[in-house]
């Protein structure tokens, strides 16, 4: 349909900003999302000098409220904010976030002063389309969660538990690894699958961001697929997810994609256990319409740690290193990347 309304999406990874300044923040890709007309990404942790550390979290982090002036200029349409160093100096902390982000006009999701607050969608309207974003987080310290009387963030629990291998009794072989067994709460999954369903009566797209998955590793766990199937067949057109701080697989469930994660944006704080893979890190990008996305492409780049984020053009190890990697983990799941006029397009399952 020629008439057909249609507007451009740019989702960024994780952004852990704890330098000085905000300025040039976001580097050459802030131009990149200022051009979209709908950019997100995750704000990873509190932008507060408020609240007090919380007890027992051994890795810990947030920038000065000023740092709101690089995403500020970089032109985020709604940031997501559902993930597990929120709240690391408290709801005083979290609270001031929110105010902050209010005062810049920067509309977010994903945590709130109750589960009724952070579970309130942001639903934009974009060049005759109402599009509409939603937040989880799976990555869930104690205190965290928000509930009916507690603020927190909007928490999709997840269950962890071991077996042994088929094959492989623990008594016949002592000291065998256990096989990782894992799947989202009922109660948690089926409330999401309300949350979308009411807003894709109110919007022509939804997308839902997920703070899930494993840190440091790529593997794709049984509970992320069973969310994000969920999450699509309830009515969203796309999920993304982060916190793994690596790349990790593009897959697509019912003609809809499903980013793992996509890996660290911006990261100050250089964590001990962090290697060159959490320097790799892509936007991804799309065309909305009433259909759903189309067009889908990734934009490899190199997370800033102190510095900007880098932009990699074709033709550099890194960025080539990038797209064979997101080849390889994708492939499983029938999803290739190819370069095709200038850019690295998505090519879902035939």
């Keep these: 349909m020629p008439n057909e309304p249609s507007c451009s999406l740019l989702i960024g990874g994780d952004i852990a900003p704890m ?15 200022k051009a979209a007309d709908v950019a997100t990404a995750n704000l990873e942790h509190a932008l507060a000098r408020s609240g007090k550390l919380m007890k027992g979290k051994p890795f810990f982090h947030r920038g000065h409220p000023e740092l709101v002036a690089g995403l500020v200029e970089a032109g985020f349409d709604v940031l997501t904010i559902a993930n597990n160093h929120m709240l690391d100096w408290g709801e005083e902390s979290l609270f001031e976030t929110m105010q902050v982000l209010k005062k810049h006009n920067l509309p977010f999701t994903g945590a709130g002063r109750n589960l009724e607050e952070a579970a309130a969608p942001v639903v934009l309207e974009r060049k005759g389309l109402k599009v509409g974003v939603l937040a989880y987080s799976s990555t869930l310290p104690m205190g965290f969660p928000a509930g009916e009387e507690a603020a927190g963030v909007n928490p999709l629990r997840a269950v962890t538990a071991y077996r042994s291998a088929p094959g492989r009794d623990a008594n016949d072989y002592p000291g065998v690894a256990p096989e990782i067994v894992t799947w989202a709460v009922p109660e948690d999954l089926e409330r999401m699958r309300d949350d979308i369903w ?30 994000g199937h969920a999450a699509i067949e309830a009515g969203a057109d796309a999920v993304f997810g982060g916190h793994q701080h690596v790349l990790s697989a593009i897959e697509y469930h019912k003609g809809k994609p499903i980013l793992h994660c996509t890996g660290n944006l911006i990261f100050d704080k250089f964590e001990p256990f962090f290697t060159g893979e959490t320097l790799k890190t892509f936007l991804f990008g799309a065309t909305l319409t009433k259909e759903g996305l189309k067009d889908p492409y990734i934009v490899p780049c190199k997370c800033g740690v102190g510095e900007p984020c880098q932009v990699l053009s074709p033709g550099e190890a890194l960025e080539a290193e990038i797209v064979r990697q997101i080849n390889d983990l994708s492939a499983p799941y029938g999803v290739k990347l190819e370069r095709k006029g200038g850019r690295v397009a998505i090519l879902p399952p035939a």
């Design 19 to 33: 330098r000085e300044s905000g300025k040039s923040l976001m580097g050459a890709a802030a131009p990149l999302f």
């Design 198 to 227: 009411a807003l894709k009566r109110m919007a022509d797209i939804v997308l839902v961001s997920q703070h899930w998955g494993t840190s440091m590793t790529p593997r794709v766990n049984d509970f992320q697929r069973e969310i």
